[in-house]
């Protein structure tokens, strides 16, 4: 089992920035990934970004040059920083974990961005 706490999220203005953290713990296992995904009502739970243990990445095309996820393998952590939010960037975001034994999601944080 892994358990996932993630921190950050709230209120932000558009134009703003957001800070996201999720640490991981429990069967911490390699290869793995690390990442994040949003759910906006009424809508499918959809990638933000992701990095796995290798050190690669990837993004939604919505969000490519406004957010920068890293991770620290050592404290099977990961962040993801958010400039320039939008008001469609509002959405519950959820932190995931995949090892070779399935997926793992945080209880999810709200981000809302007002205009």
């Known amino acids: 089992q892994v358990q996932l706490v993630e921190s950050g999220g709230g209120l932000v203005q558009a134009g703003g920035s957001l800070r996201l953290s999720c640490v991981a713990s429990?069967?911490?296992?390699?290869?793995?990934?690390m990442g994040w995904w949003r759910q906006a009502p009424g809508t499918r739970r959809e990638l933000v970004a992701v990095a796995t243990s290798g050190g690669s990445t990837n993004y939604t095309d919505s969000v490519k040059g406004r957010s920068t996820i890293s991770r620290d393998n050592a404290a099977a952590a990961v962040t993801l920083q958010m400039n320039s939010l939008k008001p469609e960037d509002t959405a519950v975001y959820y932190c995931?974990?995949?090892?070779?034994?399935?997926?793992?999601w945080g209880q999810g944080t709200q981000v809302t961005v007002s205009s």
């Open positions: 995931g974990y995949r090892n070779r034994y399935g997926d793992y």
């Open positions: 429990g069967s911490i296992l390699t290869p793995n990934r």
